[in-house]
């Protein structure tokens, strides 16, 4: 069951910050160069993310690009390694 969790709570984390990223693709025309971007206050004191998240086991999530038109946010999973059948 704990397994199930991480899980769950790692999709929901990727999918927020999936939704802003597409936010700032559509506003700046372009994909963000880093997540943390996603963080930063406009002149409106606002931020796209109030914070950028660990996955549940304490790793960054990643933007992959494969093309302007095709991305995915991804978490490297419990065994921490990029490109696994765990991502």
């Known amino acids: 069951l704990w ?6 709570t790692a999709a929901i984390q990727a999918k ?3 939704e802003a990223v597409s936010y700032y693709e559509k506003g700046k025309g372009k994909l963000p160069d880093d997540l943390s971007v996603l963080t930063q206050k406009d002149d409106r004191g ?5 914070e950028l998240p660990n996955d549940p086991w304490q ?3 990643k933007l992959v690009v494969d ?4 991305w ?4 490297f999973g419990p065994d921490r ?3 696994t059948t765990d991502d």
């Open 81 to 83: 390694t990029e490109n």
């Open 3 to 8: 397994n199930d969790a991480q899980e769950k």
């Open 46 to 50: 606002q931020a796209l993310l109030s």
């Open 59 to 61: 790793n960054p999530f």
């Open 72 to 75: 995915m946010i991804v978490s």
């Open 67 to 70: 093309s302007q038109s095709q």
């Open 16 to 18: 927020r910050i999936h």
